[in-house]
């Protein structure tokens, strides 16, 4: 069977991180949204460094991108040379 991207990924995830369900007013998120680019970050980073400013958690996220990069590589590699990816 082949590489399941989805599972990995999903797997990864659940290994490496927890998730928070925040509900905010109306009008909160495009705030927050609109402050994180900004900054220039995700919303995601952003929210992370306002309430964790020197936690692990920014390490975690710029890990998360190389990992994403590294199994984008990897699969690459996986695959015939003239065989297009649908992300490349």
């Keep these: 069977m082949g590489f399941n991207r989805n599972k990995y990924n999903k797997n990864y995830k659940n290994n490496n991180y927890d998730t928070l369900t ?34 692990k958690i920014v390490e975690l996220l710029e890990d998360q991108a190389k990992h994403a990069n590294s199994a ?14 649908p992300w490349e």
């Design 22 to 55: 925040v509900y905010l007013p109306k009008g909160e998120k495009d705030r927050l949204r609109q402050s994180a680019y900004n900054a220039g970050l995700s919303l995601n980073k952003y929210i992370a460094e306002k309430l964790c400013p020197k936690s």
């Design 72 to 85: 984008k590589k990897s699969k690459s590699a996986e695959c015939e040379e003239d065989e297009k990816l």
